[in-house]
Nanobody, 126 residues
Framework: QVQLVESGGGLVQSGGSLRLSCTAS???????????MGWYRQAPGKQRELVAT???????NYADSVKGRFTISRDNAENAVYLQMNSLKLEDTAVYYC?????????????????WGQGTQVTVSS
């Protein structure tokens, strides 16, 4: 259906910034249309949680813990989503996952799709 490739994670000091990127591409030449793109994160011993999402129309949603510090954006032409993370805190340390939903075209029909990236580690040090 759709493959996601993430980049931009790494080690940063508290108060620093990182920018995550995620690009979607169709597998087997499938035609696809993406609606919502987002970022989730999972810290050790914790459940995966929503960080931020953005619709194809540009509507955004943020977790309370990142409001005012993180900014999600997307490039519809490139099927890419970005997460600018500023004023990073120790508690932002986690594996960050890209997620998309939408639909793909196959055999004369449209099917719903959801895909996850492989995850990228973000570590904030004191």
């Amino acid at each position: 259906q759709v493959q996601l490739v993430e980049s931009g994670g790494g080690l940063v000091q508290s108060g620093g910034s990182l920018r995550l990127s995620c690009t979607a591409s169709g597998t087997s030449g499938n035609i696809f249309s993406i609606n919502t793109m987002g970022w989730y994160r999972q810290a050790p011993g914790k459940q995966r949680e929503l960080v931020a999402t953005i619709t194809s129309g540009g509507s955004t949603n943020y977790a309370d813990s990142v409001k005012g510090r993180f900014t999600i954006s997307r490039d519809n032409a490139e099927n890419a989503v970005y997460l600018q993370m500023n004023s990073l805190k120790l508690e932002d340390t986690a594996v960050y996952y890209c997620n998309v939903d939408g639909r793909y075209y196959s055999g004369g029909y449209w099917f719903s799709l959801e895909s996850w990236g492989q995850g990228t580690q973000v570590t904030v040090s004191s």
